[in-house]
């Protein structure tokens, strides 16, 4: 994409992310997950802790993405493990929305 403006890094166009799907993104080299909720967008690391699995090839239904591997739940809003084999947190990261793109601030 293009420059980090106030820490913000634009990885996907509003448009890539319909409401009530996820997108695999990257910043810089990391692997994020992209969610639009009922019209607000989140943004948690892609790796589920528990074997690396890719959330973003799993399922989201509402707040809720599941890891396709062993089905531990996130909430996408907070990073919060919900259930599952996962113990641990994933990480969150700060969201913006400007000019029909999705800005992400480690």
Same mark, same amino acid.
């Given at each position: 994409?293009? *420059? ?11 448009? %890539? ?20 909720? %009922? ?26 993405? %599941? ?13 919060? !493990? ?6 641990? *947190?994933?990480?969150? !990261? @700060?969201?913006?929305? @400007?000019? *029909? ?6």
């Amino acid at each position: 994409m293009t *420059d980090a403006v106030d820490g913000f890094t634009p990885v996907l166009k509003v448009a %890539e992310v319909p409401t009530g799907t996820m997108r695999l993104a990257a910043l810089d080299r990391t692997r994020v997950l992209v969610a639009q909720v %009922e019209g607000r967008f989140y943004a948690v690391s892609d790796i589920c802790g528990h074997r690396n699995a890719p959330l973003s090839r799993g399922k989201l239904n509402g707040h809720i993405v %599941e890891c396709p591997l062993h089905f531990a739940q996130f909430d996408v809003r907070t990073g919060q !493990y919900v259930d599952g084999p996962q113990s641990a *947190d994933v990480r969150r !990261y @700060e969201v913006r929305v @400007e000019n *029909d793109m999705v800005y992400i601030r480690p």
